[in-house]
């Protein structure tokens, strides 16, 4: 609780919200609400019996920051992880949690010990599944699943550059919405994203191909790998903070409704610029929001099986810009400056730490901050160096006639 009649949610409690309004209002059925939520029947009853009786503030889970009562003390899980490296090394967490309790009298689940095995590293044989495909049903409803690609093509034939089609398209009912960038990266997405959410709401889920854009290629480190933590592209982190699920497809027929999109939009779309005499990717860009998609929509759109739109509203006080940014660290140095993109930065305010965050917005402007107070600062040409002292010249030393080096060399000279 933050305070009297006020209460927080997290996004993933947020986007339940327009699932259970649903259901209370009668557009879908508890079953149909199961479904989109991967909750049993029975949960979802349980659910909609305390929103109707206390509110949304009953999507909080009442768990939330207490332990777990079946939680393992740290001993037993030490000891357990110990025999797994010693007596039962290269064992599957399914025989080596038999084993304990065979022969040491230890029960733990295999899954959980499956999840230690991967927080401790320990390695084992794993089966690797059979790849199958099959015909995939489309979603629901409208705002369950949204499929998003990129399309590099000569929208504007010889009237211009190859451009990307960053387009999407909703999976229950059809409708879709795009935009023209010159290259398809974090920034387009981002800016894509943003504009359809400001358009539509909040997608339940987002399905996408492995662009590097999308999925991170770098290696978790021994921290991440110990911590549980994945790699996350700038893409990526934004739509885990909005609470928005991401499915990454393993190939492109399993997102055969954006890519057959594209060869409507490389047909109908490029014929209907030529006609317009479009030449620039900013009136083409007008020229998708105002007319082509519009139009588009209204001609092979679909009505969803189920009645409810599932994109959350914009909830109040969401910043979008800092959501919708690209985000790194940086390291303030003694003097408070940093640097960043070859850039020098001097902090104006005295902050207690050794790193701060950078957060570049969309439109190119730099903000940074700790604990989430924004720092003043100033742009630098170079970071200020210590002065030095003036330079002086030392004198020659000559030795005066008394010097005993002077006197050897009369001694040797006189005895020559």
Not at 326 to 342: E, G, P, S, V
Not at 363 to 382: A, P, S
Request: glycine share 6%.
């Amino acid at each position: 609780m933050a305070g009297k009649d006020v209460f927080k949610l997290s996004m993933k409690e947020l986007s339940r919200i327009p699932v259970t309004h649903s259901v209370v209002t009668g557009q879908i059925t508890q079953q149909e609400a199961a479904n989109i939520l991967g909750l049993y029947r029975q949960q979802i009853g349980r659910i909609i019996a305390k929103v109707k009786k206390e509110g949304d503030v009953a999507l909080i889970h009442k768990s939330r920051g207490r332990p777990s009562h079946r939680a393992v003390d740290s001993g037993t899980k030490n000891k357990i992880l110990n025999l797994c490296n010693t007596t039962y090394k290269g064992f599957g967490p399914t025989f080596a949690a038999e084993k304990l309790f065979e022969k040491d009298k230890i029960q733990v689940n295999p899954e959980t010990l499956r999840l230690w095995f991967k927080e401790a590293g320990i390695d084992y044989k794993k089966r690797r599944a059979l790849k199958h495909r099959s015909w995939r049903p489309r979603r629901d409803c409208f705002g369950q699943m949204l499929q998003l690609d990129g399309s590099h093509h000569r929208w504007l034939e010889g009237r211009g550059p190859e451009y990307v089609l960053m387009g999407y398209i909703d999976d229950a009912t059809g409708n879709c919405f795009g935009l023209f960038y010159e290259y398809e990266g974090r920034m387009p997405a981002m800016d894509s994203l943003r504009k359809y959410i400001e358009k539509y709401g909040i997608p339940q889920s987002v399905y996408l191909d492995k662009h590097s854009t999308y999925k991170s290629t770098k290696k978790p480190t021994l921290e991440d790998e110990l911590s549980n933590r994945k790699n996350l592209t700038q893409f990526a982190r934004a739509l885990t903070e909005l609470g928005v699920t991401i499915i990454y497809a393993d190939s492109p027929q399993a997102k055969g409704r954006i890519e057959r999109s594209f060869k409507t939009h490389q047909d109908r779309f490029i014929k209907e610029m030529r006609l317009e005499n479009i030449s620039t990717i900013k009136e083409a860009n007008k020229f998708a929001r105002s007319y082509y998609f519009p139009k588009h929509n209204r001609k092979f759109a679909v009505m969803a099986k189920g009645k409810a739109n599932l994109h959350t509203p914009m909830p109040k006080g969401l910043d979008l810009d800092r959501i919708f940014c690209i985000k790194n660290k940086a390291a303030l140095r003694k003097d408070f400056t940093i640097q960043y993109n070859n850039r020098f930065y001097q902090i104006l305010d005295t902050p207690r730490t050794d790193k701060v965050q950078v957060e570049e917005r969309l439109n190119g402007k730099v903000h940074i901050y700790h604990k989430d107070k924004e720092l003043k600062y100033k742009l630098i040409d170079k970071r200020p160096q210590k002065p030095k002292a003036p330079y002086k010249p030392r004198k020659r030393w000559i030795p005066p006639m008394n010097h005993p080096y002077k006197q050897l060399y009369k001694r040797i000279r006189r005895s020559a």
